[in-house]
């Protein structure tokens, strides 16, 4: 059975680039987001955000002011992503596998062994 993702909550959130260590020990970097209500580790999907970015990992704390900070690099990212109201969901959903044409599928119920994905669609024989 999969983990449904969590049902989305509306949070306050800001930016912020100072360099350095976080909670967690890590230095800052892309995808880390500071939240005092998560434990550490916790992986959100946040949408929309500073960098376009959808998944992100609770990595630091909030001293006040604001629900959810976001680490950019840049300060002016930063100040001009400024406080925005974004959808917060816990967990990140399943990635599907892309089928990569022109390789063969493996055997499956149903499906013979050795057929090949064709690039207009649809699988035809080896």
């Given at each position: 059975m ?6 989305a909550v509306?949070a ?9 260590t976080?909670?967690?020990?890590t ?8 939240h ?7 992986r959100?999907?946040?949408a929309?955000?500073?960098t376009?970015?959808?998944?992100f990992v609770?990595r630091?704390?909030i001293?006040w002011?604001?629900?959810?900070d976001?680490?950019?690099s ?6 001009a992503?400024?406080r925005?109201t974004v ?5 990140w959903p399943?990635?599907r596998?892309p089928v990569?044409?022109g390789?063969?599928?493996p ?5 013979p ?8 669609g649809?699988?035809r024989?080896?």
């Open positions: 999969t983990a449904l993702l969590a049902a509306i306050g959130s800001t930016g912020y680039c100072l360099n350095g976080m909670a967690d020990g230095w800052t970097r892309p995808g880390s987001v500071a005092n209500g998560y434990p550490l580790g916790t959100l999907t946040i929309p955000s500073p376009g970015r959808r998944r609770v630091d704390r001293g002011g604001t629900e959810l976001f680490w950019v840049s300060c002016a990212r930063a100040i992503w400024g925005r959808k917060v969901r816990v967990g399943k990635r596998k990569r044409v390789k063969v599928a055997g499956r119920a149903g499906m062994p050795g057929l090949i994905y064709r690039a207009g649809g699988w024989a080896r």
